[in-house]
């Protein structure tokens, strides 16, 4: 059974940092991708960061609002992903979930691979707050 759990959230004030963890397990899939996507009170989901397992070479894609802020990796390794988050504001501001898919698009389209209807297994989501 596929478990994501993610870790790393906190409140900081804005131009502060935060990293966040999202320990997998329980899948073995050749290709498959990995997101990260966040929802504020009232708002709908919606993905921040994605990344490609190394079969697809490990791509990474984001949002507008956190390009040059944000970074995606994986540590494949220890079956961890990750989210650096830079520059906060506070409207990052929100509860953040790890997600996968484990029959991605391809080629990727970027509108696709940032909705939450393409994921598969979800997270619980951790808390992010940011005081300005």
């Known amino acids: 059974q596929v478990q994501l759990v993610e870790s790393g959230g906190g409140s900081v004030q804005a131009g502060g940092s935060l990293r966040l963890s999202c320990a997998a397990s329980?899948?073995?899939?050749?290709?498959?991708?990995m997101g990260w996507f966040r929802q504020a009170p009232g708002k709908e989901r919606e993905g921040v960061a994605v990344i490609y397992n190394r079969y697809y070479g490990g791509r990474t894609y984001y949002d507008d609002s956190v390009k040059g802020r944000f970074t995606i990796s994986q540590d494949d390794a220890k079956n961890t992903l990750y989210l650096q988050m830079n520059s906060l504001k506070p409207e990052d501001t929100a509860m953040y979930y790890c997600a996968v898919d484990v029959d991605p698009p391809w080629p990727p389209i970027l509108s696709r691979i940032l909705s939450k209807y393409e994921y598969n297994y979800w997270g619980q989501g951790t808390q992010v707050t940011v005081s300005s």
């Open positions: 329980g899948y073995t899939y050749n290709r498959y991708m």
